[in-house]
């Protein structure tokens, strides 16, 4: 049992009825919005790399840009990503055509880098409980006037995942925006068709539940760049706020996640696809 219910948490509809909307200046994300898309490689290769990409998700309709710094590897002999450096060319793509940009923070340590160089900080699924990184990054935020991206741990269940929320909003920050990435069932037995289980019924379940913006992040929650688009439609459609597409120029050589990042070709046809559907994305506000 949780005290959701005999106790409102912040994060909570009877808490505020309202829904949360981030004001990123060009474009809104949440309430009556239209959906905005975080788009970009999962990590940082190069500079000349993501100045390349900036362009094209740019162009695609995109409105913010990602990549991670620090990657948060499975095994300790993958590529760790670039750290600091590459949040420093993220910066600068960013600032390049003009786009907020977001970048992981993995552990307690770099949450005042991301901070200091990103517009949002991003919390990855395996921190979903690391509850003493998630009150540290909820000060870290309202310090700096950034709002937090919270992805759902791999395991955890939608109380879990509102309750990680809850940590960093009982700190003061309720600048959140919840991303569902899919999670961990019987992806083995389907011998590598898909990564994770995509979790688009929690959509309108935390919908009925918080206040918070929700994306939905298909790359992630397939690790299979085919069913990308289909899992966009299918996201927007259950009422997701907004997406995060893991977007490469050259996806099949990419240093991380390469089986599941798609061209900027496919992203512009997601985006054209999407404003067909509900109208509006890629224009802003
Ligand atoms: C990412 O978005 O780059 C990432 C590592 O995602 P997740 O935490 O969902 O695995
Ligand atoms: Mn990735």
């Not at 590459?86 to 793509?93: H, K, M, R, T, V």
Request: aromatic fraction near 8%.
């Amino acid at each position: 049992m949780n005290d959701y219910y005999s106790r409102p948490w912040l994060v909570s509809r009877k808490y505020s009825a309202q829904d949360t909307v981030i004001n990123f200046g060009n474009f809104k994300l949440g309430g009556k919005n239209p959906p905005v898309i975080i788009a970009g490689p999962c990590a940082v290769e190069g500079r000349q790399q993501l100045i390349d990409t900036a362009k094209s998700v740019k162009e695609a309709g995109a409105h913010i840009l990602r990549a991670g710094a620090f990657k948060p590897r499975s095994h300790p002999y993958s590529f760790q990503g670039l750290g600091a450096v590459g949040l420093d060319y993220l910066a600068e793509a960013g600032e390049l055509v003009n786009m907020p940009t977001e970048s992981e923070a993995v552990g307690e340590t770099y949450l005042e880098l991301v901070a200091q160089k990103c517009s949002i900080i991003h919390i990855g699924t395996r921190n979903g409980k690391s509850f003493e990184l998630l009150k540290k990054a909820s000060s870290i935020a309202q310090q700096y006037g950034k709002p937090i991206l919270l992805k759902r741990g791999e395991s955890a269940t939608i109380w879990e995942f509102l309750g990680a929320a809850e940590y960093i909003a009982s700190q003061g920050c309720l600048d959140i925006i919840l991303c569902l990435r899919g999670i961990r069932t019987y992806e083995n037995i389907d011998n590598g068709l898909k990564r994770y289980t995509s979790d688009i019924d929690s959509i309108p379940i935390l919908k009925q539940l918080t206040h918070l913006p929700i994306i939905f992040d298909p790359s992630h929650a397939s690790g299979n760049r085919s069913i990308v688009p289909a899992l966009s439609y299918a996201a927007i459609l259950a009422g997701a706020d907004g997406l995060m597409i893991e977007t490469h120029l050259n996806p099949e050589n990419a240093m991380s996640d390469a089986p599941q990042q798609v061209t900027p070709e496919t992203l512009a046809e997601i985006i054209k696809t999407i404003d067909q559907l509900v109208g509006c994305v890629g224009k802003g506000t």
